[in-house]
């Protein structure tokens, strides 16, 4: 039973954000479990270089470049995906930006910079795999929050925290009304998670990381690898009865009071 519980053999993922960081490690995941994959993604050279790494596990893979932001291309990635592969079994909405500005100064321009990013653009990825597994009465999405969905983070944060506050709203409104109907949505939200962007700000600001980790009990920032077997899992017939869950991915982040103490090993 355990060897066809999480085989993804025969299924049609799409992933967002797939160039890099957790959007790539999510679709590899997916293929190393025997998924088909389509990999979305603003940088295409990225996207054609996490192409050729699913291809070489044997999958078929379609890359596409695709900004989430512009639903009009969203439009057209799933035109790309219908007439390669003709359904859709999983979403993994990864890819969104953010802007970094104190709240008294960011403009309102940023502000919905961000929202269309994070929140319009996911919504209409889902809405977009949503028809197609409504007709199918099958499908798995999977929205990538943060711990910024349920808790604030300060820093200049603010539209970001607004956006993912949304995300997880979002996931409970759609797994609610689709759940009858065989599509099951949920979220992830990750603490920080070692990536280009992370490690951008961490060489700006060399305080940050010792920041975090006192944050995190686990003694160690996330790695885009944290996600794979979690992905798997919500692609997987194995989470057949989950949807709705906003899933921590955070070291234990969220479990400790902030006034807790690290037990050092």
Not at 53 to 77: F, M, N, W
Not at 134 to 160: E, K, W
Not at 256 to 262: D, E, I, P, V, W
């Amino acid at each position: 039973m355990q060897g066809t519980m999480f085989d993804l053999t025969g299924r049609v993922a799409v992933v967002s954000g797939a160039a890099q960081g957790l959007g790539r490690a999510m679709a590899l995941a997916l293929a190393e479990a025997g998924a088909d994959v389509v990999l979305v993604d603003r940088n295409a050279e990225g996207a054609e270089r996490t192409r050729a790494e699913a291809a070489a596990l044997g999958r078929r893979a379609l890359a596409v470049e695709c900004d989430v932001s512009q639903p009009v291309q969203i439009d057209r990635l799933f035109g790309q995906m219908d007439s390669e592969f003709g359904r859709i079994d999983f979403l993994g909405n990864v890819a969104g930006d953010a802007v970094l500005c104190k709240p008294e100064e960011i403009s309102l321009a940023q502000v919905r910079q961000v929202l269309e990013t994070l929140v319009v653009g996911r919504f209409y990825m889902c809405q977009q795999a949503g028809r197609r597994m409504l007709a199918a009465r099958r499908g798995s999405i999977v929205n990538i929050g943060s711990l910024a969905s349920t808790t604030a983070l300060g820093r200049g944060h603010v539209a970001y925290s607004m956006a993912m506050g949304a995300v997880a709203q979002m996931t409970r409104e759609l797994s609610t009304e689709w759940a009858a109907s065989g599509v099951r949505v949920n979220a992830i939200l990750p603490a920080q998670v070692l990536n280009p962007s992370l490690q951008a700000r961490m060489a700006a600001d060399p305080s940050l990381e010792a920041t975090w980790l006192r944050g995190i009990p686990a003694g160690r920032l996330g790695r885009p690898a944290d996600i794979a077997g979690l992905a798997v899992l919500l692609a997987s017939d194995a989470s057949s009865w989950i949807t709705g869950a906003l899933i921590p991915m955070d070291g234990g982040n969220l479990a400790m009071n902030a006034g807790g103490s690290l037990r050092q090993a």
